[in-house]
């Protein structure tokens, strides 16, 4: 093999730079040394980011930070190919010989415009965004029965096929491509590449698949993916004269299995296409023993005897007759759908067994058996267990393979077990055998029955692959829901919920959603409370969507307020409040686990007061962080993962959290302010009123609001759980992305209505969870699940973010407003006990006095000095000020306990309270040096505060935005 020679290709193009550049990034402009372009890899519609130097070939694009050195790592880039290759069709571009020591053999490649002997087609490789302009229709022939799009690996359109059916049943074929004509721009053009042509399904065959079916045709390519679960399919353009056009360079390394035709074109090119896949090294080449079809049908319970197989049939022939990839899989393995040797016998399949069922073993309703090779038959070993699926998690990560198998125990009660393959390798396969025993499954009490099934188990390979999680909610990115007893959506991928650990279930439904909506549902209108709790049990499902952090909210007040009744108004979306509804009463670990297992779902904890005040803190982060600790790996598939969750949560209790910790001396955080939103449950003033209608604005004819709320609690009982699983149906019947764009877009306009541009970041959090809570409102009532209007849905969440925003005093930051609160407090109720009074005395000096009377007592417990401030004015009267010099230690360790001192310290700078010099200011200090009484002459540092500063509240306002 000849050395290629890069320097003298890469020379060659710099030479002809500007043709070199037009012809691989067509469309472009020269601008000085520079050639800019668009990008023909991706989808680039503007000029600018993606350029090439013509004096030296570096290029680059800076929006995807790809870049090379010369014009060969430039078509290794474009063609998407390796560099050597890349420098052979540089070469054969320009004309000149490739190879270390060669010559050039060929005449230069001149611009098509200039050269009168250029081919008439000159394919160019489209860039991505060419698909758009791709036709879909033939100027003569109209709209095509067919459309086959042929892409590079990357996914980008560089062929299409159209097929158009006449009346008198011909077919008529007319292939696009993309290229130059006449020196023109590259376009689209009726005609086929003159060589090079990609495979079908190149990107699928491009991946780390190991198998690729080889058909005749792409009808028969898009037939031949439903009959194969370990096979790509694919073909290429052009029929049986094609084959030396076609680059089937991908299949290298690859086993390939190739599908002729029924017809003598078919196997005539056998041999053709067996040598050209040997040049390209692939593994191994084998063709489908078409005498198959005519021997063996396919049958409910597998392949039978008898079989017809027309002329010219292929894959598509194979579906129509009831084929699928359980029949191929079952041929493949028995050995009768690959092409034998010559002297190979074909091996009769057993009707009766599952395709799945390793040699030496046979199972039926009343057990499973092994062969015994002493009495030639078979022997009972245990109850039949069967191999549903091969399992992995369904978090593509691959870990975990397992088998899912299926038994029935000593009370006939089917169960399944997912046994992780790791446990065949744990001591001989013990621990299955005693979670097998504990389960209730039944062995012959034979020496060796144990180690049979065993063995039965770790040799079944069944075809089909599940993938296990124990997750609930969304899945293969929004295709599925996952329920515990099924999969809402498509489910494609073979999702299943699976738990180790025993599961009851919360989910249940009673009546229609017509009854639900008559007798539930419409009583929440005039009613916010009602209204936003069904609109947040909604709203489950669309944090994950959205990419919320889950959501909680916090009902507090008076006993009999109705509460309890806004919570169960939720849980009737999901299933009977009595049994979906939780209360606070458990442990942190419990709760965590019950979170888990809402992952998507809506959660109510009734009576935070039975909340050891001591967990509660800990509760909140924990549910508002959605994520479990970590623990160590059981049994079963995915138990070593950690469990996360999504979920929208509503509480309820006569305490706020902060009253429950101040129990034990603690304070509630801004974080936690932020993961619970607390929300008085009344929306009245006047005390009589509150005491007859409790949280409702609307009695709807009842006399009192406990009567209502007892009508709605009988009616919950007949009614509920059907509006959840009609709310998730109608999300995955909807374009899931269109979907999302509507809700943030709404989201955004519901934000900006209630809140400013100045408000703090914590108002704008809690704006978006009620936007989200609204939103779902208003899809419920486009659903037609609630009976309401959307404006009614958008009216109560508006109306619960102004009652707690009012409440909250604001849009600042509360954590702001509350350390300063904190330190106001600390001067009110220490500025006299704490602090020696040091009274302003007249000196000859600009300094104040530090002479103090040294009669007053002192306190035994310093925290600084008070110093009076007096201002005359003959307007307003003389008016006393105080001023604090605060030693740093008790400042920082005191005055800012539990907080952090130097963030305190630039709050009361801010607010103006910190009394410092220009110089100070300048240097950002945040302590100034002065003296007070007992320091003499020596300066000393202390917190200079402003006591008639800390009590302007707006000013404090502002610096809390």
Not at 520 to 526: D, F, N, Q
Not at 800 to 808: G, I, P, S, Y
Not at 849 to 858: K, M
Not at 922 to 934: D, F, I, M, N
Request: proline residues 4%.
């Amino acid at each position: 093999m000849q050395k290629l020679n890069f320097k003298a290709v890469n020379d060659a193009a710099l030479a002809r730079a500007e043709q070199v550049a037009a012809h691989y990034a067509p469309n472009g402009t020269r601008q000085g040394h520079e050639w800019l372009a668009l990008n023909p890899t991706r989808s680039d519609n503007k000029k600018g980011s993606f350029s090439i130097n013509l004096n030296t070939g570096v290029w680059a694009d800076f929006s995807t930070s790809d870049k090379g050195g010369d014009f060969i790592d430039l078509v290794a880039y474009i063609e998407n190919t390796g560099k050597g290759a890349a420098c052979k069709r540089l070469a054969e571009f320009l004309g000149v010989n490739s190879s270390a020591g060669g010559v050039n053999n060929k005449a230069p490649a001149k611009l098509p415009a200039n050269k009168p002997n250029t081919p008439a087609f000159i394919p160019v490789p489209p860039p991505a965004s060419a698909a758009n302009l791709c036709p879909t229709e033939h100027y003569q022939n109209g709209t095509p029965s067919k459309i086959w799009n042929y892409t590079n690996a990357k996914g980008v359109l560089i062929i299409r096929v159209m097929r158009f059916d006449s009346a008198d049943g011909n077919k008529t074929y007319r292939p696009l491509a993309y290229g130059s004509k006449k020196g023109q721009a590259p376009k689209w053009h009726w005609q086929q590449l003159p060589d090079n042509r990609p495979l079908y399904n190149l990107p699928a065959v491009s991946s780390q698949c190991e198998n690729v079916v080889l058909v005749e045709g792409e009808k028969a390519a898009d037939a031949a993916k439903s009959l194969f679960t370990d096979y790509v399919a694919s073909t290429w353009s052009g029929a049986v004269k094609a084959v030396a056009k076609t680059d089937f360079s991908p299949l290298a390394s690859k086993n390939v299995l190739f599908w002729p035709d029924n017809d003598e074109a078919g196997q005539e090119i056998i041999d053709k296409l067996k040598a050209v896949l040997e040049s390209v090294k692939v593994k191994s080449f084998n063709v489908v023993n078409l005498a198959f079809f005519s021997s063996y049908k396919p049958t409910d319970k597998g392949l039978s005897a008898g079989g017809e197989w027309p002329e010219k049939a292929d894959a598509f022939e194979a579906v129509q007759m009831g084929f699928t990839a359980k029949h191929i899989s079952a041929a493949i393995k028995k050995g009768v759908f690959i092409q034998p040797d010559e002297n190979e016998a074909v091996e009769a399949i057993d009707e009766d067994q599952p395709e799945w069922m390793p040699k030496g073993f046979k199972i039926d309703d009343n057990g499973l058996y092994a062969f015994n090779p002493q009495t030639e038959s078979y022997s009972y070993i245990s109850k039949p267990i069967h191999v549903l699926a091969l399992s992995r998690n369904a978090n593509g990560d691959g870990l975990n393979w397992g088998k899912l198998v299926e038994f029935s125990d000593f009370d006939e009660q089917s169960k399944q077990w997912n046994i992780p393959n790791k446990l065949f390798n744990d001591n001989g396969g013990q621990a299955i055998l005693k979670e097998l025993l504990d389960r209730g499954f039944e062995f012959e009490p034979r020496r060796n029955s144990k180690k049979q099934v065993l063995e039965y188990l770790e040799a079944s390979k069944p075809t089909k692959r599940m993938k296990l999680t124990q997750s609930r909610g969304w899945h293969d990115k929004y295709r599925a829901f996952v329920l515990h007893d099924k999969v809402l959506g498509d489910n494609k991928a073979n999702l299943m919920f699976y738990s180790e650990r025993p599961f009851k279930t919360d989910l249940s439904s009673k009546g229609t959603l017509e009854e639900w909506r008559e007798n539930v549902s419409r009583y929440c209108i005039g009613n916010p409370f009602l209204t936003f709790s069904v609109s947040l049990a909604l709203a489950a499902p669309l944090v994950e969507l959205m990419g919320f952090e889950t959501m909680g909210f916090h009902l507090f007040g008076d006993s009999s307020l109705g509460k309890s009744t806004s919570l169960n108004i939720g849980n009737s979306v999901y299933g009977d409040p009595k049994n979906y509804g939780r209360t606070f009463r458990g442990t942190d670990n419990g709760l965590e686990m019950l979170a888990a297992d809402r992952n998507s779902l809506f959660l109510t904890l009734d009576e935070i007061h039975e909340a050891d005040p001591n967990q509660l803190g800990g509760i909140v982060y924990m549910l508002g962080n959605g994520q479990e600790k970590t623990r160590a790996a059981a049994y079963g598939a995915g138990s070593s993962d950690i469990r996360k969750w999504h979920l929208a949560f509503l509480s309820s209790g006569e305490h706020t959290l902060a009253q429950r910790l101040a129990e034990i001396g603690k304070k509630a955080t801004g974080g936690q302010a932020q993961r619970l939103i607390e929300l008085h449950a009344c929306l009245h003033e006047d005390e009589t009123i509150k005491k007859k209608m409790g949280s409702l604005n609307e009695l709807h004819n009842f006399d009192h609001g406990s009567k209502l709320a007892e009508y709605l609690s009988e009616q919950m009982r007949h009614y509920h759980g059907c509006a959840f699983p009609a709310f998730i149906e109608a999300l995955l019947a909807s374009d899931i992305n269109k979907m999302q764009t509507y809700i943030a877009e709404f989201i955004k306009g519901f934000t900006d209505q209630v809140v400013s541009e100045q408000a703090s970041g914590q108002a704008k959090r809690a704006a978006k969870k009620f936007a989200l809570v609204a939103a779902a409102g208003v899809l419920a009532s486009n659903f037609n699940i609630t009976g309401w209007t959307k404006e009614q849905a958008i009216e109560s969440a508006y109306t619960l973010f102004m009652h707690w925003l009012n409440a909250r005093g604001g849009e600042g930051n509360m954590e702001v407003i509350e350390i300063i609160k904190h330190v106001r407090l600390q001067f009110e109720l220490n500025g006299e006990a704490r602090f020696t009074r040091w009274d302003e005395v007249k000196t000859m000096s600009d300094e104040p006095s530090t002479v103090i009377d040294t009669h007053v007592p002192r306190t035994s417990e310093q925290w600084g000095f008070k110093r009076s401030i007096v201002e005359k004015s003959t307007l307003d009267g003389d008016t006393l000020a105080f001023e604090y010099y605060v030693y740093p230690t008790v400042f920082e360790q005191v005055v800012c306990r539990g907080y952090d001192h130097k963030r305190v310290a630039r709050l009361l700078k801010n607010l103006g309270a910190l009394v410092l010099t220009d110089s100070e200011h300048k240097e950002g200090r945040l302590k100034t040096k002065t003296r007070v009484p007992g320091s003499g002459k020596k300066r000393i540092s202390v917190y200079r505060i402003d006591g008639s500063q800390l009590s302007d509240d707006d000013e404090l306002a502002k610096i809390a935005a």
